[in-house]
């Protein structure tokens, strides 16, 4: 059996960028702090496309955004990131 080690990471919560002009706001910063492309997409609407170590991924709103460890980029589902991450 193995547990993760514990490390403190990075992260933010893609905002609805429909619901304000501050949220739309956060939503481009949360872009660019991950180096993204803040896109309106077609099939998904708002998100936010992501260069990972695994290719490309959408984080949509109310998902999460991590820096990992090495300064890498992800995206984590807000059920996975609730029950994987506690604030410090």
């Known amino acids: 059996m193995f547990r993760k080690k514990p490390v403190e990471i990075e992260a933010r919560q893609v905002p609805k960028p429909e619901a304000s002009p501050e ?3 956060e939503f481009r910063e949360a872009a660019i702090w991950c ?5 309106d997409d077609a099939v998904d609407g708002y998100c936010i496309l992501i260069e990972t170590l695994e290719g ?3 984080a949509l709103p109310g ?3 991590i820096k990992g460890v090495k300064g890498e980029f992800y995206a984590c589902k807000p059920d996975i990131f609730a029950a994987t991450y506690e604030a410090v």
Do not use: F, L
Request: aromatic residues 14%; hydrophobic residues 45%.
């Open 23 to 25: 949220a739309y706001r």
């Open 35 to 39: 180096q993204g492309e803040a896109i």
């Open 56 to 58: 490309q991924m959408k």
């Open 63 to 65: 998902d999460w955004i």
